[in-house]
């Protein structure tokens, strides 16, 4: 849910019994789609490119379930990353597009990968912001916490705090570092400060059944990227503490897409250094998604 704007309309998507909700900005004759990312936040991490791309597109954003409007479940099947594509395409009939630029930030990644490669007559092209996508090096200072996620330790600094029983026990303080890690740029305070509010209106508990939830293999990635062929354009920072940036140039290399590596930035661009990604979108929209034809 974006806060603060008012939608040209509004509803919710049923997925059996569970709601997802979405938001319409603008009206233009073509439409772009903000895809949700990890459910850690919702759709207000893009909260600056909603009015930007409001005044000449059709914008649908949508929160994955998990947080904003949508509902929470625990289950961690109700996180595969299929189904979270196919709700996409679920808020698109119900938003009345037939076709869009679909647009991914981190975890996002994965469903807007679905998204290209299957569905190119509803998905014009696609934009990946920060991925965090199954190939690709992960980040060697994350390597020992993820093997441990699941055991209970006698220490959680640093990122031992990405573990599912400190989760259980200061859920607070696990948001404060992750996002202080999503913002590695100087004074950074105010954006992690957003991203930590968002993170409140979520739980431990729906957090760990996305990590449960099941995702892409990396064979499968691999395949997708390589079976691309809307245009693709890739930007990544490479100060990302979350994503290494080793990924985005695998994604562009594999899709034929554009790769703009933006220096000394991290792992969200799109709210940490808007104007400049906002406007590294305009120029990539321009050539292949102008809005006005």
Do not use: K
């Amino acid at each position: 849910m974006i806060v603060g704007q008012v939608p040209q309309s509004q509803g919710h998507v049923r997925r059996g019994d569970l709601r997802i909700h979405y938001q319409v900005f603008g009206s233009g004759p073509r439409a772009i789609l903000l895809t949700p990312t990890w459910s850690l936040v919702h759709s207000d991490f893009w909260r600056y490119q909603v009015p930007h791309f409001a005044e000449d597109y059709t914008v649908v954003v949508f929160d994955g379930l998990g947080n904003g409007g949508s509902d929470r479940p625990t289950v961690p099947e109700a996180y595969a990353d299929r189904l979270f594509a196919a709700d996409a395409l679920s808020v698109l009939d119900a938003a009345g597009v037939d076709t869009a630029v679909s647009m991914s930030v981190s975890a996002g990644a994965n469903w807007n990968l679905v998204l290209a490669a299957e569905h190119p007559d509803r998905i014009a092209g696609a934009v990946f912001i920060g991925s965090s996508l199954p190939f690709g090096p992960g980040q060697p200072h994350r390597a020992a916490s993820l093997e441990a996620f699941d055991e209970t330790l006698d220490s959680n600094e640093g990122w031992f705090m990405f573990n599912r029983d400190y989760w259980r026990r200061d859920w607070s303080r696990f948001l404060s570092f992750f996002f202080s890690q999503c913002f590695t740029e100087p004074d950074s305070d105010r954006e992690i400060a957003h991203f930590v509010a968002m993170g409140e209106q979520t739980s431990a508990g729906v957090i760990e059944a996305t990590v449960d939830a099941p995702g892409l293999g990396r064979q499968e990635a691999l395949e997708l990227a390589q079976s691309v062929r809307v245009p693709v354009l890739v930007i990544h920072g490479d100060a990302d503490a979350i994503a290494n940036v080793e990924i985005g140039r695998q994604l562009a290399r594999l899709t034929g897409g554009e790769y703009v590596e933006r220096p000394a930035e991290g792992h969200e661009p799109q709210s940490r250094n808007p104007a400049t990604t906002n406007a590294i979108i305009d120029r990539f929209l321009a050539q292949h998604y102008p809005a006005g034809a």
